[in-house]
């Protein structure tokens, strides 16, 4: 199992990036998907979570109405555009294979950064 997260950078508040996270090794189209983060000196924080067919998706409240999760199980991509960027959004981003059965996730990738500065 390989996750590639890519697509980080330095914005400004109120910019916008798109994430990309490549996925092989296992059947993209049969596992659900997160995408969680951490910001410097904090745990871990779940952001955004997509069913396997792109039936459902879910967000946390911090990102509700500014980030949209979706996937592309044909190129076995997942993406989070993320809108209206603020300082609390800075942190390292993984995307991470959700656990069949569980809300755990048992995969994640080395992460991208994302720095939202003036």
């Known amino acids: 199992v390989q996750l590639v997260e890519s697509g980080g950078g330095l914005v400004q508040p109120g910019g916008s990036l798109r994430l990309s996270c490549a996925a092989s090794?296992?059947?993209?189209?049969?596992?659900?998907m997160y995408w969680v983060r951490q910001a410097p000196g904090k745990g871990l924080e779940w952001v955004s979570a997509i069913t396997y067919d792109d039936g459902n998706t879910y967000y946390a409240d911090s990102v509700k109405g500014r980030f949209t999760i979706s996937r592309d199980n044909a190129k076995g991509t997942l993406y989070l555009q993320m809108n209206s960027l603020k300082s609390d959004d800075t942190a390292l981003y993984y995307c991470?294979?959700?656990?069949?059965?569980?809300?755990?996730?048992?995969?994640w990738g080395q992460g991208t950064q994302v720095t939202v500065s003036s």
């Open positions: 991470a294979r959700k656990v069949a059965g569980s809300w755990s996730w048992d995969y």
């Open positions: 090794g296992f059947t993209f189209s049969s596992y659900g």
